[in-house]
């Protein structure tokens, strides 16, 4: 396992991108940190990117700046991935430049409800500022699902760059091939606790759960913090499972996880859903999970 692990931070170590071609003068916009890493692994230095939600904000809450609509008005494409603030958006960006094309990177994806763990009661939609469809978003999460997001993005921009369609498409190989590796590291370090539980302030890792086989038990869902009956049952399920640390987003308030974690004599732990370098952070994540769960 640590030889095929070290094996994969070489991998990473290394660009994709080794073609030296003319610039395209291509803008790229993508709405969270991740997806830059898949533009770059794709593109390289034949396109400019621009992140609208920059690092350390909530997907939920940002509110474009006037800089930000600058940038929008000389963007050729947007790649969007299902966040709900991006549908608040889309009147707006396509107004003030109407030759913006925005391609769906979530479109080929099966999102399932972000309610699908918990213990978690039924809210009203007034109660929350989260995702209105309630709908998962968090599709950046799952190595398999960003397979999918980096084949729309490497088509996308072979055709609207169809001169440097070759470098595109042998960066996307170059991508599967490292998310691949991944993938197997990740199996190696959490296969031997699948099924297991462990719960998380914000429900954003559903769909890295499913990839491996994992159950989250989120404390916050849609923007609402537990109810007493709630708090209770996370509590219970803490000690009843014997968990020994309780992860958390440096995007939100860890106060509810720390109440949790200090009733069942648990950890907090941060980890960063958004974090700008992918493929590390989810192997980091899944160290720091393994590392939970065989205790």
Known sequence: ?????????????CSSNTQNSAE?????????VPQEYFVEKIAGDLVNIAVLIPPGASPAAYEISPRDMRIVSEADVWFTIGLQRESSWMEDFSS?????LIIDTAANIQRLPIDRYGVHEEHSDHDHDHDHSGLDPHIW????????????ICNTLSEIDPENSAVYRENLLALEEEISLLQTSIHELIDPYSGSGFIVFHPSWGYFADEFDLVQVPI???????????????????????VRAIFAAPQFSESSAATI??????????????????SENLLFVATRLASVLEQ
Do not use: C
Request: hydrophobic share 50%; glycine share 6%; charged share 10%.
């Open 1 to 13: 396992m640590r030889k095929l692990i070290f094996t994969l931070v070489i991998f990473l170590s």
């Open 96 to 100: 003030l430049n109407d030759h913006l």
């Open 141 to 152: 999460l799952s190595p398999a699902l960003v397979a999918v997001q980096a084949s729309e």
């Open 24 to 32: 395209t003068g291509l803008t790229v916009l993508v709405s969270v």
């Open 261 to 278: 974690a200090g009733e069942i004599n648990a950890s907090v732990i941060l980890i960063d859903p958004l974090s700008g370098n992918w």
């Open 220 to 242: 916050e869902v849609m923007g609402n913090e537990p109810s007493p009956s709630e708090m209770a049952a996370l509590v219970d399920y803490g000690n009843s499972n014997s």
